[in-house]
């Protein structure tokens, strides 16, 4: 009998819609793998299956009554930065620790609408800050690949958890690449679309200009598929685009012949890992076979991208997380008085939050805004002038995911700046508002995955997705 956890989320739904298995199944499949697994790999932070075999009893009923909603009866995770009604969100963070929201995120009630099958929610970077998930303020999450090294973060459970074949698909969120780094350390694939794409209302924030729902699938189709079932217009967000949805798995067509691949000078770097170097190259000449055109471009601010990120993130960070305060929700540490109430809960916060927090405070304060805050605006504006500039001439840029594969855990818990370069290739992105997607390229010479960055411009989600789909088809 086949292993119901060795279909990819497509293969499911298409078995599911033949009637050769039932949600109920796969569901009591996944819940297996989960126990079996999950002690070692601690992808999930909360396991819901009571409520996982409710919704895949009814996932089995509306489909007997003629329903064929896109994701019906298929089980997926939630990153616990999103906010499910009924079920403890709690950020990573022990601040929200008990904090069970009253309502679900617009991204959940889509998964909802679609019939997806909700197994829990994922480990994560306390409030995503973080790209190895280390940070979450309850355990660290483990690669699939090798127990000793980090997943990625800061979605790094949704990325093992897709990986581990715990879930057929996942949602993260990705700041400055907590879905598309994971994705490659843990080799699935990762969307970071368009800002604005997916409604963020009941997502947790942590720097909103920057912010992104995105997803995780086994194979691009999958990710593709998830993507269908969530974006959407929202009128609770007032950043979330009214924009026409098309068809993401209609347009994966494989056919990419013609199309201009941009390949910036800037993404080779001193210090790349030379396997990761080898294995991107490789793959855009796998690109070139298939028919795309293969141009050299620049993107002459990337330099200014890292500190204008760690500017700006830290500083939006700061006021959002001003909120947090014992008062409104999660635990409240007694105090002396109401000041010291305040000062007590927030020493829950962990290390790399007040971190950053500190950062951004200072460079919001009287007498630096513009110095600082001010001034990495104007940059910002450079690299996201970059980006239309090189779109003016391509249709999809490739770089590396990340510089590196998965690193040992503990590896640069002395050295911030070592984590936050491990987002140097994708926080671009983040900044200038494109869409981008990390896809499986390789192993290196320790088995360990890498992964190809396609960056698309606004709204090309379904470009870079084709331009994976041709890769990824090639590549079997």
Same mark, same amino acid.
């Given at each position: ?30 819940? /297996?793998?989960?126990? /079996? @697994? ?24 509306? #489909? /007997?009554?003629? $329903? ?5 009866? %298929?089980?997926?995770?939630?990153? =616990?930065? %999103? ?37 829990? *929610? ?25 127990? /000793?090294?980090? +997943? ?29 780094? +994971? ?46 079932? !969530? ?23 494989? =056919? ?8 910036? #000078? ?65 635990? #409240? ?9 305040? *000062? ?30 001010? #001034? ?9 002038? $970059? ?7 391509? $249709?999809?840029?490739? !770089? ?25 290739? !994708? ?39 084709? @331009? ?9």
């Amino acid at each position: 009998m086949t292993d119901l956890t060795t279909l990819t989320l497509t293969q499911l739904r298409d078995a599911l819609r033949r009637g050769e298995t039932s949600s109920v199944a796969a569901t009591e499949a996944m819940l /297996a793998r989960i126990v /079996a @697994v999950d002690n070692d790999i601690k992808g999930y932070l909360t396991i819901t299956d009571e409520l996982a075999l409710a919704q895949a009893e009814q996932a089995d009923a509306r #489909r /007997a009554c003629g $329903d064929d909603s896109p994701l019906l009866g %298929i089980p997926i995770a939630v990153k =616990d930065i %999103i906010c499910t009604q009924g079920v403890e969100t709690t950020a990573g963070s022990k601040i929200l620790e008990g904090f069970v929201p009253p309502y679900d995120a617009f991204v959940v009630r889509k998964l909802k609408a679609a019939g997806a099958v909700i197994l829990g *929610k994922t480990n994560t970077d306390e409030f995503a800050m973080g790209s190895s998930t280390e940070n979450s303020a309850y355990f660290t999450t483990h690669n699939p690949h090798d127990l /000793a090294r980090v +997943p990625g973060g800061s979605s790094g459970g949704s990325a093992a958890a897709v990986a581990a074949r715990m879930a057929y698909g996942a949602l993260g969120t990705d700041t400055g690449g907590s879905v598309r780094q +994971p994705a490659s350390f843990c080799g699935v694939v990762g969307l970071r679309p368009t800002y604005g794409r997916i409604s963020r209302w009941g997502v947790v924030a942590f720097a909103s200009t920057l912010d992104q729902v995105g997803t995780f699938g086994r194979t691009v189709a999958d990710c593709a598929a998830m993507f269908q079932a !969530t974006a959407g217009y929202d009128p609770q967000d007032s950043t979330s685009l009214d924009v026409a949805v098309p068809d993401f798995e209609a347009a994966l067509t494989g =056919d990419i012949h013609g199309l201009k691949v941009g390949v910036p #000078r800037e993404y080779f770097i001193e210090g790349i890992d030379p396997d990761v170097e080898t294995a991107v190259r490789a793959a855009i000449a796998r690109l070139a076979d298939l028919g795309a055109q293969i141009i050299d471009i620049s993107l002459p601010h990337t330099e200014y991208a890292l500190p204008v990120y760690y500017l700006i993130a830290p500083a939006e960070a700061s006021a959002n997380l001003a909120r947090y305060d014992g008062i409104r929700f999660g635990p #409240r540490v007694a105090g002396t008085d109401m000041i010291d109430s305040v *000062k007590k809960t927030r020493a829950l916060f962990g290390p790399e939050v007040k971190r950053r927090i500190m950062l951004g405070t200072y460079a919001l304060s009287a007498g630096y805004y513009e110095a600082y805050y001010g #001034r990495a605006l104007k940059a910002r504006t450079l690299i996201k002038q $970059d980006f239309l500039n090189a779109f003016a001439n391509v $249709d999809v840029i490739a !770089t590396p995911t990340s510089p590196t594969t998965a690193f040992n855990i503990g590896a640069t818990g002395d050295d911030p700046l070592q984590m936050y370069l491990q987002d140097i290739f !994708t926080l671009p992105v983040n900044l200038s508002a494109s869409c981008g997607l990390s896809v499986p390229c390789g192993v290196d010479s320790h088995g360990l995955p890498i992964g190809l960055q396609l960056i698309g411009n606004t709204l090309q989600e379904a470009t870079i997705l084709n @331009v994976a789909f041709a890769y990824e088809q090639s590549s079997q």
